[in-house]
């Protein structure tokens, strides 16, 4: 549990915020302590018990609480068989990759009886985030929430709500995951997918054996809720809804939105997005519900995981209405929705877009097929940038460019594909093989970047939510088809486009990101769909040293694990 007497919170379900002298209070920095032990419990969902990995024996994990400002001591004990390392999505980190946590690119994971503390310094950053395991598949139930609350004497810049709630999105498999992924990569093939997904660790009373296992939210008649959604699903991007009840979409990401009313939200893994709900319809019982968003050609769990929405007072007798979610493949909805995302762009919360680009990208999104000895159809299917598979390397990357280790990777990832093509036409099925390396791009320190990630159909177009380490991006442009150097540009937001750390690329389309290299070190990239990252869509940006000690990387610390 959290050690801090900064807060003052109410019982689960619902969060609720103890605001004397919330505004009032002068801004105070805070040490914030957490002991996170890694150890396994059996847990029971879907009729079936089985062993997994959680932190502190809870599934999902405990919520991170802070304010803006304050200063997170996260102590891990490892007591599981695995290794581990936990990374903190969305937390900038400056100048401090040791606390980022990806397996051997920011460190070397935490081995079976050790510890390490990840010291972690919040700026300028407030909101919702989470955090989750960053090596093999275990983040499917090492995961949690990061909720960072404005500095004292600072509120929200909407209204204040009256009560605020998690809610966690994840996927459920009854087997063992790590076994499931091993026989896949046997076969060279995608793994078995997930038999359910998940609202705060439960699948709802949609699932057999699952009528204890529904999470419900109390609400009362008239009031104002903040609902911070995560997806923390492996590889499902998933509709949200709540039957009868308009979401108001407040901040993506940990990043402040102009408001907007929508029946449903969709959210890919590895986002977040707060929502406001008004309890003002008649009072009863109302099914909240995540389903997946799927316009190509893949399979996929279709499964629905439910929660309730119920007003204070009625009896759970009382049957809760199903919500409309949109339909499986309904990509208009999926555009329309994200073309809707403003940042807030006001003088408190600017958004400071790079007008000037000093270095343009240009990455492209590809499925292939790769030669396999190992596998027993003697191919395995693989994925690539600018069709080079990254290959994870045995030493974390940030040690080996602190101490200049020779030999553990390249700084010649390149700007642009080898071969130009025709990126989203018919579907390539000839030529699927990629090129294998530890190939990371070199960035100068405070440049400006463009990155242009733009999917392809090899195999299949497919829509692939990219995550930034140690970032936030300005999404400036978006489009379906191939992305065009010309015209396109002249299309940018560049006023007050979303800001986040986690884009969904869409189905056979382009989005093109601008970010300040202003955070030395090095910083993954990756898919955020945990197949396509563990087949090597992945890669890393190396970002040097200002001109002085405070613009460059902090030593690392001395706890840091060992190789």
């Known amino acids: 549990m959290a050690r801090t007497k900064s807060f003052c919170w109410g019982s689960s379900p619902l969060l609720f915020l103890c605001l004397v002298g919330f505004f009032s209070t002068p801004a105070k920095a805070a040490l914030k302590t957490y002991q996170f032990d890694v150890q396994v419990k059996n847990v029971s969902r879907l009729c079936h018990s089985k062993p997994i990995v959680t932190v502190n024996g809870i599934f999902p994990g405990p919520t991170v609480y802070a304010r803006e400002g304050d200063t997170l001591l996260v102590n891990v004990t490892n007591h599981a068989q695995y290794n581990m390392s936990i990374h903190w999505h969305g937390l900038k980190q400056y100048r401090n990759g040791w606390a980022d946590g990806p397996a051997y690119i920011t460190q070397c994971p935490i081995k079976t009886g050790h510890s390490y503390t990840y010291n972690i310094t919040i700026t300028g950053q407030r909101g919702t985030l989470w955090w989750h395991a960053h090596i093999f598949w275990l983040r499917a139930t090492v995961y949690g929430a990061i909720v960072i609350l404005p500095k004292q004497g600072t509120g929200f810049p909407f209204p204040q709500p009256y009560k605020e709630a998690n809610i966690v999105l994840g996927e459920w498999w009854n087997n063992d995951v790590e076994e499931v992924v091993k026989q896949g990569n046997k076969l060279g093939l995608p793994p078995n997918m997930s038999d359910a997904h998940t609202i705060n660790g439960k699948p709802g009373p949609l699932f057999p054996c699952s009528e204890k296992n529904t999470y419900a939210l109390e609400v009362e008649q008239g009031k104002t809720y903040l609902l911070r959604i995560i997806n923390a699903a492996l590889n499902d991007e998933l509709f949200f809804a709540i039957a009868g009840h308009n979401l108001t979409v407040v901040e993506i990401d940990a990043v402040y939105t102009k408001p907007f009313r929508s029946q449903a939200i969709l959210i890919a893994p590895g986002q977040t997005t707060n929502v406001l709900v008004q309890a003002n319809q ?273 030593p690392p610390p001395t706890d840091l694990p060992p190789c």
């Open 282 to 554: 008649a009072p009863g019982s109302y099914f909240m519900a995540a389903r997946p968003f799927m316009d190509a050609p893949v399979s996929i769990d279709n499964k629905t995981a439910t929660g309730i929405l119920q007003y204070k007072g009625i009896p759970n007798t009382v049957q809760p209405v199903l919500p409309q979610l949109p339909a499986l493949n309904n990509t208009a909805f999926a555009l329309s929705f994200n073309a809707k995302l403003r940042s807030l762009n006001t003088a408190q919360f600017p958004a400071s877009v790079p007008l000037k680009v000093d270095r343009h990208l240009f990455y492209t999104i590809g499925l292939g097929i790769n030669q396999c000895t190992t596998c027993l159809n003697g191919t395995q299917l693989t994925a690539s940038l600018n069709n080079i598979t990254f290959v994870m390397p045995q030493i974390g990357l940030l040690q080996a460019h602190y101490f200049n280790t020779k030999g553990v990777f390249t700084t010649d990832f390149p700007d642009r594909p080898p071969t130009p093509f025709n990126y989203t036409g018919a579907p390539l099925t000839a030529n699927l093989g990629t090129k294998l390396g530890t190939q990371l791009s070199k960035l100068a320190f405070n440049s400006t970047v463009e990155l242009v990630l733009q999917d392809t159909n090899l195999l299949t177009v497919e829509s692939h939510p990219f995550h930034l380490h140690g970032y936030n991006f300005f999404v400036v442009g978006t489009g379906v088809g191939n992305f065009d150097p010309k015209k396109d540009p002249a299309k940018y937001n560049l006023v007050d486009p979303p800001e986040r750390n986690t884009i969904g690329v869409p189905t056979g389309g382009w989005v093109a990101l601008r970010f300040r290299a202003d955070n030395p070190g090095v910083w993954f990239m990756h898919c955020h769909l945990e197949l396509h990252t563990s087949w090597g869509l992945k890669t890393a940006f190396v970002v040097g040293n200002g001109k002085d000690s405070d613009h460059s990387v902090l």
